[in-house]
């Protein structure tokens, strides 16, 4: 729900370029809301399942507040982990998206919770050796966590930064020229 309101949010230009049409609003109103949906939409798609404040930690659950609520993942039964690179002023953030059998993600940020996502793949791959289903990890979110080698997360990184400037620069241009410019 709260990724379909994010996606709203940044939808809401093309909404005002049908309104301009009808003649409801100014004809620059998508570019006005072009901008605000930009900045509002990926900030809160990013933030949507990050932790908050982690408040338990169990030998097989990791359980934190996020902006949608406490989310609780089964760190015995996780399917996917991914690495999720944004950049700030301060340079490259990053966050793991974990997925457990149940369908629940998290993004882990501290610490704390990558050393015990770190045990829970370290477990599920010797666990594997004996016909166990082994979760799939990236390769990114592997080099984060110093199960590969580093190296790797150089390349994310840049492909990353390519992939967020040039869809951003293309929703721009949308949004430009859905208002006339």
């Given at each position: 729900?709260?990724?379909?309101?994010?996606?709203?949010?940044?939808?809401?230009?093309?909404?005002?370029?049908?309104?301009?049409?009808?003649?409801?609003?100014?004809?620059g109103a998508p570019i006005v809301l072009g901008l605000l949906?930009?900045?509002?939409?990926?900030?809160?798609?990013?933030?949507?399942?990050?932790?908050?404040?982690?408040?338990?930690?169990?030998?097989?659950?990791?359980?934190?507040?996020?902006?949608?609520?406490?989310?609780?993942?089964?760190?015995?039964?996780?399917?996917?982990?991914?690495?999720?690179?944004?950049?700030?002023?301060?340079?490259?953030?990053?966050?793991?998206?974990?997925?457990?059998?149940?369908?629940?993600?998290?993004?882990?940020?501290?610490?704390?919770?990558?050393?015990?996502?770190?045990?829970?793949?370290?477990?599920?791959?010797?666990?594997?050796?004996?016909?166990?289903?082994?979760?799939?990890?990236?390769?990114?979110?592997?080099?984060?966590?110093?199960?590969?080698?580093?190296?790797?997360?150089?390349?994310?990184?840049?492909?990353?930064?390519?992939?967020?400037?040039?869809?951003?620069?293309?929703?721009?241009?949308?949004?430009?020229?859905?208002?006339?410019?």
């Open positions: 729900m709260g990724s379909g309101l994010a996606v709203a949010v940044l939808l809401l230009p093309f909404g005002g370029y049908g309104l301009a049409r009808a003649g409801v609003v100014p004809d949906s930009a900045i509002a939409g990926f900030i809160l798609l990013t933030a949507l399942c990050e932790e908050k404040a982690p408040f338990r930690h169990s030998s097989s659950r990791l359980t934190a507040h996020t902006l949608t609520g406490e989310r609780s993942v089964d760190l015995d039964r996780i399917t996917t982990v991914r690495l999720l690179t944004t950049f700030s002023y301060g340079g490259a953030y990053r966050t793991l998206l974990v997925r457990d059998a149940h369908g629940v993600r998290l993004g882990i940020t501290t610490e704390r919770s990558r050393r015990k996502l770190r045990r829970a793949i370290e477990k599920a791959d010797a666990n594997a050796v004996r016909g166990a289903r082994r979760p799939r990890v990236s390769r990114a979110a592997r080099a984060h966590l110093g199960l590969a080698r580093a190296r790797v997360l150089v390349g994310h990184t840049v492909l990353a930064f390519l992939l967020l400037t040039v869809s951003g620069s293309l929703y721009v241009v949308a949004v430009l020229r859905l208002g006339g410019q």
